[in-house]
């Protein structure tokens, strides 16, 4: 079993930056590539950015793309996200999730955290 945490959500204002923390709980870590998604109030669950198990190929959504980045230490079991120059429309739970496949689907992955809220005021 495969059980994500995320941390690092909070209250910002547009233009700051946060980094998200998911820390998985597996001893194969290495083999799941992992993606960030984000869920709006009302809105559906949609992808962030991926990152396959290598590091070596990363996705991101073309909202994000510029100004987010992901990347992972395998050695701590941790995905990161590193949101930068954060905007009001960026304001969602953010999830993490893995799986032993890549992609920006949100059924490609088995696993997920419980979300961790991200707030960015005007």
């Known amino acids: 079993q495969v059980q994500l945490v995320e941390s690092g959500g909070g209250l910002v204002q547009a233009g700051g930056s946060l980094k998200l923390s998911c820390a998985v709980s597996?001893?194969?870590?290495?083999?799941?590539?992992v993606g960030w998604f984000r869920q709006a109030p009302g809105k559906e669950r949609e992808f962030v950015a991926g990152l396959s198990w290598s590091g070596g190929s990363t996705y991101y959504a073309a909202s994000v793309k510029g100004r987010f980045t992901i990347s992972r230490d395998n050695a701590k079991n941790t995905v990161y996200l590193q949101m930068n120059s954060l905007k009001p429309e960026d304001t969602a739970v953010y999830y993490c999730?893995?799986?032993?496949?890549?992609?920006?689907?949100?059924?490609?992955?088995?696993?997920w955290g419980q979300g961790t809220q991200v707030t960015v005021s005007s």
């Open positions: 999730a893995a799986d032993t496949q890549t992609g920006s689907s949100r059924g490609i992955y088995d696993y």
């Open positions: 597996t001893r194969t870590f290495s083999r799941y590539a």
